[in-house]
């Protein structure tokens, strides 16, 4: 299995810009998909981001499309998320996700280890 630790999350203003980092340890990274999801109090947990093993097929969601950006270092064993023109309805805490499959999926329930989460609030 997979260990898997978020950072990089804070304050920051509306139109700002931060980077998330995700470290995975234990089994061999590039056997995985690698996911972003978000939950912001009192709503479901929504599909960020997911990454192909090898990284060169990337998916986002519908409400982050032009704006965030992931990609994966397989030398770091880490995943991150770029995140530009943040706006407030971005704040949620952010979870890095692990999938070992060769299918990117947007379903958080395909996804089999969870890091605890990291908070981004981006004020107005």
């Known amino acids: 299995q997979v260990q898997l630790v978020e950072s990089g999350g804070g304050l920051v203003q509306a139109g700002g810009s931060v980077r998330l980092s995700c470290a995975a340890s234990g089994r061999t990274f590039t056997s995985y998909v690698m996911g972003w999801f978000r939950q912001a109090p009192g709503k479901e947990r929504e599909f960020v981001a997911a990454?192909?093993?090898?990284?060169?097929?990337?998916d986002y969601g519908d409400s982050v499309q032009g704006r965030l950006t992931i990609s994966r270092d397989n030398a770091k064993n880490t995943v991150y998320l770029q995140m530009n023109s943040l706006k407030p309805e971005d704040t949620a805490v952010y979870y890095c996700a692990a999938d070992e499959t060769t299918r990117l999926s947007r379903n958080p329930y395909e996804y089999a280890y969870w890091g605890q989460g990291t908070q981004v609030t981006v004020s107005s």
């Open positions: 990454i192909s093993r090898r990284g060169g097929v990337t």
